[in-house]
């Protein structure tokens, strides 16, 4: 495979999860669908397993799900390395770049300047445009801008992240921008990043919903990801409730993250880079260092406490599926192994309703040396993942051992719906309200499940296991240069 017969196949490689095929990865970039693709640039050091002058690595999928590996797409320059940003399809060529249409990325460079390149080959090759940068550096942190463009009033608009504000700007053609107006609230510790800015409709309304990311003091330490619901007219975004502070994920792991542009039937999808910026260049992988959450489904939800995001997998995963069993109506009063199920790769959907007990839930990643455990607190009303922080490698430090979210029971039942890959745990709780999103580096060999209750019972009213194939072959792999 590519002159190396054990790529993908390294301890703690994820098996459905995109990571790069050598070298480090961190930032989603350039997100968009076009000609039957979904292209995923990201932030790529090809060198290393930890940080360097930054590129932007492409892969591309036609069902989000299964990738392949192309060529880098943009290197550092003259002007410096590749930060995040954006790539929007210029199909009119409002640019004068793209005769026929084509794409347009946006994005930064290392000292905070913003600046274009464009391609006419589906994203095979680019161009970076001769008068870069088109936006000066205006803070010392000014980065990470997406754009879109605004129907209503016939213009390009970039939401770019500034200290700790999102600024707007507007353009007719992706060369000149005019700055129109500024954003603050919710959580303003750390420096705000990559902003993202969409809508969403619930009920024949329409909603603005902004994504911004905060680099400290998220509920599980470190970096994590605020959202606004509010509206937006062109120019100028409002809040409902600006000073309301609504998580996207509760785990540590979930950073960076954002959307694609120009999806079939306006599908908002996600995905966002799977680490912490507190233990990023630390764990314990080899030739291979970060990798995305799975791809998520966004949708508005109603409920008593006003308007919510719902996040739910993209429908690509059951392509992967092997059914392992089907429980139903069990009683839980202590713990219950699953002795027919062994394996990493799972994808769980659990129903308990609550009892006596004081905790309940179940353990994945479980051998001689530990667990992960997904636990439900009911006196504290508190969805929960326990990791360990020690690998065979030693502990890594910042690794948060224990975390979780608020999580009320609905009808006195807990759903769950559960991704495991080989270093990753990610739990979408009632219907996709509640995430929590965790790496975990347990024992590559520990691979068993097992549910369990403390002081009482409670009852599994529901539980089917899948198995989950490896997405990469040979030909999908790619090499490393």
Same mark, same amino acid.
């Given at each position: ?86 790539? @929007? ?8 770049? @793209? ?10 460079? #290392? ?61 007719? !053609? ?126 508005? @939800? ?44 799972? #994808? ?48 890594? !430090? ?13 009808? !006195? ?13 990610? @739990? ?54």
């Amino acid at each position: 495979m590519s002159n190396d017969d054990a790529l993908y196949r390294e301890p703690y490689r994820p098996q459905y999860h995109f990571s790069p095929p050598c070298g480090w990865l961190n930032d989603p970039n350039g997100l968009v669908y076009y000609e039957g693709e979904y292209h995923l640039f990201y932030q790529y050091y090809p060198h290393d397993i930890d940080q360097g002058p930054k590129h932007w690595g492409h892969a591309v999928s036609d069902d989000l799900i299964h990738w392949q590996n192309l060529p880098i797409a943009l290197y550092p320059d003259s002007l410096g390395a590749i930060w995040s940003g954006s790539i @929007v399809v210029d199909d009119r060529n409002t640019s004068g770049l @793209v005769p026929g249409g084509g794409l347009v990325a946006i994005y930064t460079y #290392e000292n905070q300047t913003q600046a274009i390149a464009y391609s006419s080959d589906l994203g095979r090759t680019w161009t970076k445009y001769s008068g870069n940068p088109v936006i000066e550096a205006r803070a010392r942190d000014f980065r990470d801008p997406k754009v879109f463009w605004h129907d209503a009033t016939g213009q390009w608009v970039m939401v770019l992240a500034a200290g700790k504000e999102v600024q707007v700007f507007t353009s007719p !053609n992706l060369r000149d921008w005019d700055y129109r107006s500024r954003f603050t609230g919710g959580h303003r510790e750390g420096v705000w990043e990559v902003p993202d800015l969409f809508p969403l409709e619930l009920d024949g309304e329409t909603k603005w919903v902004m994504l911004v990311s905060v680099s400290a003091l998220a509920p599980a330490g470190g970096s994590g990801i605020q959202y606004f619901i509010g509206d937006f007219d062109g120019f100028t975004y409002t809040a409902d409730n600006p000073d309301a502070v609504l998580w996207l994920d509760y785990g540590p792991d979930n950073y960076a993250g954002t959307t694609w542009n120009n999806t079939p039937d306006e599908q908002r999808v996600y995905i966002g880079w799977m680490s912490n910026w507190l233990y990023a260049s630390l764990t314990p992988t080899s030739t291979w260092r970060g990798a995305t959450t799975l791809p998520r489904e966004f949708k508005l @939800v109603r409920t008593a406490d006003g308007l919510r995001l719902a996040q739910q997998p993209v429908a690509g995963i059951t392509t992967l599926r092997h059914p392992i069993g089907t429980w139903e109506q069990q009683t839980l009063d202590g713990e219950l192994l699953l002795p027919e199920v062994q394996g990493r790769t799972l #994808e769980i959907i659990a129903e308990f309703e609550a009892g006596s007990a004081e905790r309940f839930g179940m353990d994945v990643h479980r051998g001689g040396s530990g667990q992960t455990r997904i636990v439900y607190n009911t006196r504290h009303e508190q969805l929960l993942i326990s990791r360990t922080d020690t690998t065979e490698a030693g502990t890594i !430090n910042g690794f948060t051992p224990a975390f979780g979210a608020p999580a009320k029971l609905d009808n !006195n039942r807990l759903r769950l719906h559960i991704f495991v890959d080989e270093s990753s745990v990610e @739990v979408l709780a009632q219907d996709g309200l509640i995430a929590l999103t965790s790496q975990t580096f347990a024992n590559p060999a520990d691979d068993s499940v097992a549910l369990f209750t403390h002081n009482g019972s409670a009852t599994l009213a529901h539980l089917e296991i899948y198995a989950l194939d490896s997405i990469w072959t040979d030909s999908a792999s790619g090499g490393c240069d």
